[in-house]
């Protein structure tokens, strides 16, 4: 971890070698802790809140707050499953791949989300042909 504090892949050394590997690694698990700490966080408020409130207002007001705070940790117990897909790309060896092309996924697409598993290109074409399937 110390040798990778101030390290940042860069496209002069070969794409996925074992130090970016361990970068991306590493910068995943932290993003992985940091979701998991924050959802501690959220069930601790939420079994500790009063949910008894006299006001009928305050009570649809507290349930509307409760609904969006589980809306949100569903969808960062999504990202957990990602984070762990992309853990396991790096253990066999495809991570930073473009899953529709096996193309290396820019650094700088990585970089941004560590998640992705398609270039920005197959990505905008995947998004064109959702968007056609919806509009229809």
């Not at 809140?49 to 705070?69: F, G, K, M, Q, Y």
């Amino acid at each position: 971890m110390e040798k990778l504090k101030n390290y940042r892949p860069t496209d002069k050394e070969p794409f996925m070698n074992d130090r970016q590997k361990e970068y991306f690694r590493v910068k995943l698990l932290a993003w992985k802790d940091e979701i998991l700490k924050e959802s501690k966080l959220t069930l601790q408020a939420l079994q500790e809140e009063n949910v008894n409130h006299p006001d009928l207002a305050d009570r649809a007001s507290s349930e509307t707050d409760r609904a969006i705070e589980l809306r949100a940790r569903d969808r960062q117990r999504k990202l957990i499953a990602k984070i762990d897909a992309a853990l396991q790309r790096i253990e066999d060896n495809t991570y930073g791949y473009c899953e529709e092309t096996g193309e290396p996924i820019s650094l700088k697409r990585l970089e941004a989300r560590p998640i992705a598993t398609l270039s920005v290109e197959a990505q905008e074409r995947h998004e064109k042909r959702e968007k056609v399937y919806r509009d229809e």
